[in-house]
């Protein structure tokens, strides 16, 4: 697990925190399984933070990411076979978005609680790496468009992958 992982893991979890909350446990761990598969689904997805952001906002706006899971579970991303999405986090986000109505306005709730820092879209350019000008200088593909390797593109961009 990556550095960068686990800063952002620790300030998802501070931001999101549901202490006095009864079984605050159980609802930061749901909103916990639902980020990482709205990420995981952008990330495959080809989506932009602003697309992130939206599927965050409520469970109805999150079937464009879980249509997106349920597309490519257990197919190979990248070409070569090698990198699949997770299987199983399309079930777990499908529990949510059509589980009963409390559950899934509890755990919606911890998610845009969680990620309410993106809820300015100043932030979320921040966010976009294809608004850093190093990275629109070296090609990087525009919102909708999808990389083949993404680490191979922001390390031809300079940064970090």
Known sequence: M????RWCSANLKAAGSSSGVE????WQGWSE?????????????GAGIDDLWRWTQSAAAANAGLAVLQNLEGRATNGSGGVRVEPGWADTLAQVVDGHEKFRG???AGVGKALAGLDLQAVRRRFDPRTWPRVRRRGIPASGQHSADHADALQSAGGAA
């Not at 990556?2 to 992982?5: D, G, I, L, P, V």
């Not at 079984?23 to 159980?26: E, L, N, W, Y």
């Open 2 to 5: 990556s550095a960068r992982y």
């Open 23 to 26: 079984d605050a446990s159980f």
């Open 106 to 108: 509890n755990v919606c």
């Open 33 to 45: 399984k639902v980020i990482k598969a709205l990420l995981h689904a952008a990330a495959w997805g």
